[in-house]
């Protein structure tokens, strides 16, 4: 099945998580809970928002956009890894196919940074700016900055897959990991590849670390401004505006940066594992619930729906 280079299809084989079949069963539970999990709170954010009229700012409306995109990444990567869970087969995927799910994950995964970096400069603008705040973030302004986040992040996930896509692959096929992870399936190709690894590394470099100065720059205004507030409950509820936000950052960059921007000797591929899986099924599931507990708006939205 498997052929020596790209003129047939290649097909590649992930590397089981465990040969003990009660091991991957229990892998199976968890992964699935949290699986479903993701498809009932991201889902619970969109209903919370349409339905209530005072959710429709740009602040809830790129919450919105983040819980689509949570729900899209669940589908991309769980379904997959749950199936080849409880495969008695070595799992597999065609060349095709793992050139697919690395763009969406390349895709989804660099919308998310962009997307957190647009929420701190509407944040920004809401603590910094408040007078003008409508003017500047109006509708037309949110609609372009999240059309050009996925724009931009369409573009790298596209040149990542298309550099996979054109490599040779010979010998060994099977990726030490639980989905087409560029750094994984990059070490199965023949020839050299110095200018892929640079290519990736510096893609990984812009989606981090732009974002990140931006987050960073709109969070030193933010401070500023607090500081300025002259009382101590005027100070608390405008740094509750973004304390769910700075969770979130937190959070998705300390996964991101141990994956991709720690060089190759530093760690190894379990460690990548492991990360992976947080950053995979956690973040999903975590970032729709650190919203909703810590967003007292978003909380009231969600009770009258069930109440109804």
Not at 178 to 186: G, H, K, R, S, W
Not at 214 to 230: D, E, G, H, K, P
């Amino acid at each position: 099945m498997e052929s020596a280079n790209n003129t047939g299809l290649t097909y590649f084989y992930f590397h089981p998580f465990s040969t003990i079949p009660e091991v991957r069963l229990l892998m199976f539970v968890f992964f699935l809970v949290l699986f479903l999990l993701s498809l009932l709170v991201n889902p619970a954010v969109l209903l919370g928002v349409h339905n209530e009229r005072s959710l429709h700012t740009p602040m809830y409306f790129f919450l919105s956009s983040l819980a689509m995109l949570e729900i899209v990444y669940s589908f991309v990567l769980a379904p997959l890894t749950l199936a080849n869970l409880l495969s008695a087969k070595k799992p597999s995927i065609s060349l095709p196919g793992c050139g697919t799910q690395m763009f969406f994950f390349i895709f989804l995964g660099s919308s998310d940074c962009f997307l957190l970096s647009v929420m701190a400069y509407d944040r920004y603008v809401a603590i910094c700016q408040p007078l003008r705040y409508s003017s500047i973030m109006s509708w037309k302004v949110c609609t372009a900055l999240v059309a050009g986040t996925f724009t931009i992040c369409f573009l790298f996930g596209m040149q990542i897959t298309i550099l996979i896509l054109r490599l040779p692959f010979c010998g060994n096929h099977e990726i030490n990991h639980f989905f087409c992870d560029f750094p994984a399936v990059l070490k199965l190709a023949c020839g050299d590849t110095h200018a892929h690894h640079a290519t990736f590394f510096i893609i990984s470099a812009i989606v981090m670390v732009i974002p990140f100065l931006l987050i960073l720059i709109s969070y030193i205004f933010i401070v500023r401004a607090i500081l300025r507030i002259s009382t101590t409950s005027g100070r608390q509820r405008a740094f509750s505006t973004c304390s769910s936000h700075l969770m979130l950052v937190i959070m998705q960059y300390a996964c991101a940066s141990v994956t991709y921007l720690r060089p190759g000797s530093r760690y190894s591929s379990q460690e990548r594992q492991v990360v992976s899986i947080c950053y995979t099924f956690g973040t999903p599931v975590l970032n729709p619930l650190i919203y909703t507990m810590r967003n007292r708006e978003l909380k009231d939205a969600l009770t009258k729906i069930l109440r109804k």
